[in-house]
């Protein structure tokens, strides 16, 4: 089973960065993109960044040009965040799967497809 674990997670002021990391435990052959969910306080689970095997990424409308997904050969996955806001603040999860174009619906953690991390809290104060 693959694992994926998050970190880099913290408290930054608006306008900030941060950037998270996730390592999987091997490299997911059957889970080749890589991705990052995030859980706002009080709304449901939304897909922020994903990123294919041969570096394909697509990005949330309200990331686009702040946020940057990247991997390398190894096992991880790279968010690169920048000038970021109060309504970034929530859990970030990674994910892994063949393709990830699903949203959990509701809460992150629920999701019934791919690999997930355990979350990292992103807190951005005004």
């Known amino acids: 089973k693959v694992q994926l674990v998050e970190s880099g997670g913290g408290s930054v002021q608006a306008g900030g960065s941060l950037r998270l990391s996730c390592t999987a435990s091997?490299?997911?052959?059957?889970?080749?993109?890589m991705g990052w969910y995030r859980q706002p306080p009080g709304s449901d689970c939304e897909m922020v960044s994903t990123?294919?095997?041969?570096?394909?990424a697509t990005y949330a409308d309200s990331v686009k040009g702040r946020f940057t997904i990247s991997r390398d050969k190894a096992n991880t996955v790279y968010l690169q965040m920048s000038d970021l806001k109060f309504e970034d603040t929530a859990v970030y999860y990674c994910?892994?799967?063949?393709?990830?174009?699903?949203?959990?619906?509701?809460?992150?953690?629920?999701?019934?497809?791919?690999?997930w991390g355990q979350g990292t809290q992103v807190t951005v104060s005004k």
């Open positions: 990123i294919t095997s041969d570096g394909a």
């Open positions: 994910a892994a799967d063949r393709f990830l174009v699903r949203v959990p619906d509701g809460e992150c953690w629920t999701a019934d497809f791919g690999y």
């Open positions: 091997r490299f997911p052959h059957d889970a080749a993109s």
